[in-house]
């Protein structure tokens, strides 16, 4: 199982930014993914974003609720997550996961600074 994910940058506050990720070696269409990330400073990883194996259903951190959107194309095998109204807290680290096979792949940087 191979993801990875691209799109990461330096953005400044209230910016816009698309992350996707890319998988392979794993039957996308039929497993949920997730985005999860890491904050500066810290070890653990914050859970952002879920969604189902259609894309009808899709769950959200509350810290990011309204303003990022996670999304799906299966054909393509490829996972985005839309990220609006972006805050310096935003800073991270950002992993897509597949949850079944417990995979990430290697993450994308994204900046919020003025």
Not at 42 to 52: G, R
Not at 77 to 97: I, V
């Amino acid at each position: 199982v191979q993801l990875v994910e691209s799109g990461g940058g330096l953005v400044h506050p209230g910016g816009s930014l698309r992350l996707s990720c890319t998988a392979s070696g794993l039957s996308f269409s039929t497993t949920y993914m997730t985005w999860v990330r890491q904050l500066p400073g810290k070890p653990l990883l914050e859970w952002v974003a879920t969604i189902n194996t259609d894309g009808s259903e899709t769950t959200y951190a509350d810290s990011v609720k309204g303003r990022f959107t996670i999304s799906r194309d299966n054909a393509a095998n490829t996972l985005y997550l839309q990220m609006n109204s972006l805050k310096t807290e935003d800073t991270a680290l950002y992993y897509c996961n597949n949850p079944q096979t417990r995979t990430r792949g290697q993450g994308t940087q994204v900046t919020v600074s003025s």
